[in-house]
């Protein structure tokens, strides 16, 4: 009972969940068909079918069905409705694509819902397989491949089916990942013909292959022969005999082989003919073999009907043929390695024979030498040289190599006498490089040769030519060099004709296997730089870095922003001038050397033009400062000649009434002041203008007040006797005394030399200029004139002097000074260019009135030549200060002696419109 | 039909063929060359059938090989009959008995083999594939008879059954099949 209600309830359960389960996945409709696959390129139609009960719940029909391909909403033009419930959509020409296929319906006319959806595979159908074959491996189970055709895009058995007439075996199915070859179960059956097809298979179709019916033995691929051994024979050096053990296919079928084999060197195979080898066997002799030589074999069989396939190669055996006598002599030549008075040192060299000449292994070498009727002398080597003192006489050597079998012809030398000459050199000796080797061609002698001597070496800077060598017959006119050869390395290769009297003349030349760009470029410097042109130089490049024959050189030069310039040198040259520059320019320049296969650049090199050429600078300065010091020249000269003139019309003097000043001259004061040194004197340096007029009075009668003032000379003259300094002297002082002492002097005569100091005018230049002539003057002030209108003969006198201009003879009062030295003797010069002297004036007074009640006996000259010293450092005429200086310093000098001298005839200056009391 | 035949002689071997009256189809044409085929199959068996024998007797070990002619003498009792001076179509038609008659005991052997000496890899392998070569030959006489001779059934017999019979005696009596194989199937060889 208890089981019972279980089993219900399990019952109750599964049918519950069965239920809900198919509510659950109840679908309001349905597409047809469900599975679609379809041809690619044909019309296809679905159908979606809509459930009575969904479409009341949401209140649709077939007309709200809308389709979609891939989530893409297909066009309506596609729609069929074909009743309330079903709608349809037509694809045509359906393209090679998967499609989802959707069937919604639109809920209460706007919500899109989902009702079914279908996967649509679209392929072709599999094509006929064709080429199907099949191969038995022997000992394995047959295999059968096909062709299957195009891409069908669909899931496609294909099955390989095969039977004997009497009964079929089991179908072999292809599989996934190797869809186009089966295996079959089973072993194969020999001589029982088995009919074999494929057949190939998907949603859209079936098909199946052409049988082909066939022997399974007539498919065999045999397994290969196995243990290929080699062995020679002591008899005969040029064969070797083949054995080897069949597979055991053997046993069913008949055999052939192929035979390959090929020296232990060498890439390419030979074949025996296959007619020597089309029968089963296990053992094959190989004929027409060198001698010592090893040799490699391989074999391969198959049915020998030729029906079937060959065996894969069995593994390579090798053997070595037996040794022959050595096939040719060796090559034989020498050198002379040192000679010395009356022998030689001659070093015999020969080459290896090569295996295929040696026939065996090289023992040992037999060398003969014979000197001109005497007896031979034999050496047994077993190394490839030997070296032997040989007098200068002509000798004849020869050379024999020994195998174990035998030995070679005689390679026969003649070495000539010392003093022998070489002649007949071959002709047109070329050499070049062709299929990676270096040929060397020539024209022989007209002499019969006996044989060629190629010898060759590298050429380097930096290692000796070690030469290498070989032997040529005398037919040979070409061959290539039989060394281990290396690219980009020059050769020097000389040729030497061998007769029977001894070796030719030797001829030379030079050549690369393959030639390379340089590995270095040439570097370029500057010769000489010039304006417009620079010469550059280089050194030719070293052999080790040519890599090739220089073909030329190309100098690229460029300034910092312009267009690179290309020029192409002969390679023989090694400088080269680059012209029509640009003068004061930066240049760059590089140089490339070219060989047949490339370039290289050298170091860039840089050089600036100059801006003048050589020589151009002096050729314009020179010409220019002798133009110029002759056009000053002239113009000074010009000036000197036209000085009066110029000063005339450039700058007139004009005197300044509201300057001038007027000097007094005061013999009887004396005077006030006296130097204290002389270094005070000449401080300043410039001397202003002081010009001390001196009138000779020739005429007695017609200046009667002069001999007043003459008489007033005479009163002094004791004390101012001795002191004269002669005329030209520069001080007040000075100046008066020689007039004094000579008008005393001439006095009994006609003295016409006596000289009375009038007066002296001060007066400063027009604006600063220095007057040029200064006219001694008389003053035309209406201030008192102190002493003269105490003197009156003083004034008088003054204007004797002015009177009598024409009449006197021309005097020379004072030396001028200042700018113009050379000033014309008739023309009394009194320059005074600087006012401040009014401010040392006011000094001077200020001195006097302090050291006046103390120094009230000293002379006032010493004053004076303060007052003037303190005006000549103001003086603009600075240039002439060191004249004036000394001719203060000869004041001085005076004054100092003069200067216990109480009565001096000293000329004072006076302010204008002042009064410097006396 | 002993129960190893069935296991073990696929592919209906050893079965009656139709007798001649009967409807005789074959799934294809034979070839052409059968007769050669047949020939050389003989030959192949030929070739082996000593190998085989040897091979046999020394996988059983003492004291077979030390007693061949009274262990392995072909002495075997209800062997077809061969006549090699008969027609062609006789002798396909004997042949045909004879290989059923062996390749039904080779499948016998094999079997007992396989439990005897289990690890005489090459004696089963050897075994199998004689085997497999008279399939071979029945199918082409098969063919042959009937595609030529229209021969639709040939009637068989087959050795005895060994299933209930001892080690040894399992023993002898496959070392005494085999030896009356190499003695038939030189003559049969010969023959055609």
Known sequence: MLSLQIWLVQALVVFLTTESMGE?????????????????????????????????????NASHIIWKANRVLIPEEQYTVINTTTSSVTFTNKSLSNVQLICNILAFGQIEMNVYGVKMRVGFPPEKPKNLSCIVNEGKKMMCQWDPGRETHLETNFTLKSEWATEKFPDCKAKPDTPTSCTVAFSPVYFVNVEVWVEAQNALGKVTSNHINFDPIDKVKPNPPHNLSVSNSEELSSILKLTWINPRIMNVIRLKYDIHYKTKDASAWSQIPSEDTATTRTSFTVQDLKPFTEYVFRIRCMKEDGKGFWSDWSEDASGITYEARPSKAPSFWYKITSHT???RSVQLIWKPLPPFEANGKILDYEVTLTRWKSRSQNYTVNDTDLTVNLTNDRYIATLAARNLVSKSDASILTIPAFDFQATHPVTDLKAYPKDNMLWVEWTPPSKAVRKYIVE???????????????????????????????????YLITVTPVYGDGPGSPESTKAYLKQAAPSKGPTVRTKKVGKNEAVLEWDQLPVDVQNGFIRNYTIFYKTSNGNETAVNVDPSHTEYTLSSLTSDTLYMVRMTAYTDEG?????????TTPKFAQGEIEAIVVPVCLAFLLTTLLGVLFCFNKRDLIKKHIWPNVPDPSKSHIAQWSPHTPPRHNFNSKDQIYSDGTFTDVSVVEIEANDKKSFPEDLKSLDLFKKEKI??????????????????????????????????????????????????????????SRSESTQPLLDSEERPEDLQLVDNVESGDGILPRQQYFKQNCSQPKTSPD???????????????????????????????????????????????????????????ERFETVGIEATVDEGMPKSYLPQTVRQGGYMPQ | MPLLLVLHWKYGAGSPLPSVNATCATRHQCHSSVMSQIRNQLAQLNSSANALFILYYTAQGDPFPSNLDKLCAPNVTDFPAFHANGTEKAKLVELYRIIAYLGASLGNITQDQKLLNPNALSLHSKLSATAD????????????????????????????DTSGKDVFQKKKLGCQLLGKYKQVIGVVTQSF
């Open chain 1, 719 to 776: 004390s101012t006797e001795g002191h004269s300094s002669g005329i030209g002297g520069s001080s007040c002082m000075s100046s008066s005394r020689p007039s004094i002492s000579s008008s005393d002097e001439n006095e009994s005569a006609q003295n016409t030399s006596s000289t009375v100091q009038y007066s002296t005018v001060v007066h400063s230049g027009y604006r600063h200029q220095v007057p040029s002539v200064q006219v001694f």
């Open chain 1, 24 to 60: 659950l996945v109840d679908t309001c409709g349905v597409i047809s068909p469900e599975s679609p696959v379809i041809r690619s390129g044909s019309n296809f139609t679905a159908f979606c079918v809509l459930k009575e009960k969904c479409m009341s719940i949401y209140e649709v």
């Open chain 2, 133 to 160: 070569v008279m399939r071979g030959v029945l199918s082409n006489v098969h063919c042959r008879l009937c595609n030529k001779y229209h021969v639709a059934h040939v009637d068989v017999a087959y050795g005895p």
């Open chain 1, 341 to 343: 008075q009356g022998s």
């Open chain 1, 827 to 885: 023309i009394s010069h009194f320059e005074r260019s600087n006012p401040v002297s009014s401010g040392n004036e006011e000094d001077c007074l200020r001195l006097k009135q302090q050291q006046i009640s103390d120094r009230i006996s000293q002379s006032c000259g010493s004053e004076q030549m303060k007052m003037f010293q303190e005006v000549s450092a103001t003086d603009a005429f600075g240039s002439e200060t060191e004249g004036q200086v």
């Open chain 1, 599 to 607: 370039g290289k650049d050298g170091p860039e090199f840089t050089f």
């Open chain 1, 456 to 490: 060759w070496c590298v050429l380097s800077d930096t290692s000796p030519c070690i030469p290498d060598w070989q032997q040529e017959s005398s037919t040979i006119r070409r061959t290539y060099l039989r060394g281990k050869l290396v690219e980009s390395k020059c």
